[in-house]
Antibody, heavy 122, light 110 residues
Framework: EVQLEESGGRLVQPGESLRLSCVAS????????MSWVRQAPGEGLEWVST????????YDAVSVRGRFTVSRDNSKNSLYLQMNSLRAEDTAIYFC???????????????WGQGTLVTVSS | QSVLTQPPSASGTPGQRVTISCSGS????????VNWYQQVPGTAPKLLIY???QRPSGVPDRFSGSKSGTSASLAISGLQSDDEAVYYC???????????FGGGTKLSVL
């Protein structure tokens, strides 16, 4: 059974940093690109970042470029999102999602975690 | 503001057929496949349709997808009360160099 479990979300102040983690199980993690997708309270889905299976390629949304960094450790079946210079508008549930391709060139996510809540507020 | 445009709401009565549209452009839908997701409030999204018109294992054939040019549609036939959810289209955007989601359509079963 495929499982994705996010962690690391909490209340932080504007300008602070936070690192989210996602541990995967039930599939060959190193074969698939992975993404972070977020959802602000009461809003729709917003893609954040994608990393290819080998970590050779990353893609970032304009809204987080230069502030967020996606990474992975295939030896630990883990995906990470380092978030710096956090803003109030980054407040959202952050989902970890598995693509069906290795390259990351995809909008097809066949498995999602339950999400972790990040709140940015003073 | 999403580059993929969906109506904010749709509704139907049990047994009816409803369609949800997703309008894009040459940089996304026209040249890339469309996927649809269903999200029940408080839960994670679920892949409903992939590759424009393919259903993952376990998704009833009441759900179908289509694409033409720069637009795509999701059709739900034999509407049921547990189809109440928010539906999102998604497609890769070559200009933005990333996947994009539509704004979501909240489906109500009256």
């Amino acid at each position: 059974e495929v499982q994705l479990e996010e962690s690391g979300g909490r209340l932080v102040q504007p300008g602070e940093s936070l690192r989210l983690s996602c541990v995967a199980s039930g599939f060959s993690f190193s074969n698939y690109a992975m993404s972070w997708v977020r959802q602000a309270p009461g809003e729709g889905l917003e893609w954040v970042s994608t990393i290819s299976s080998t970590a050779a390629t990353t893609y970032d949304a304009v809204s987080v470029r230069g502030r967020f960094t996606v990474s992975r450790d295939n030896s630990k079946n883990s995906l990470y999102l380092q978030m710096n210079s956090l803003r109030a508008e980054d407040t959202a549930i952050y989902f970890c999602a598995k693509t069906t391709a290795s390259s990351g060139y995809s909008s097809r996510y066949d498995y999602w975690g339950q999400g972790t809540l990040v709140t940015v507020s003073s | 503001q999403s580059v993929l445009t969906q109506p904010p709401s749709a509704s139907g009565t049990p047994g009816q057929r409803v369609t949800i549209s997703c309008s894009g452009s040459r940089s996304n839908i026209a040249g890339n496949s469309v996927n649809w997701y269903q999200q029940v409030p408080g839960t994670a999204p679920k892949l409903l349709i992939y590759g424009n018109n393919q259903r993952p294992s376990g998704v009833p054939d009441r759900f179908s997808g289509s694409k033409s040019g720069t637009s795509a549609s999701l059709a739900i036939s034999g509407l049921q009360s547990d189809d109440e959810a928010v539906y999102y289209c998604a497609s890769w955007d070559d200009s933005l160099n990333g996947p994009q989601f539509g704004g979501g359509t909240k489906l109500s079963v009256l």
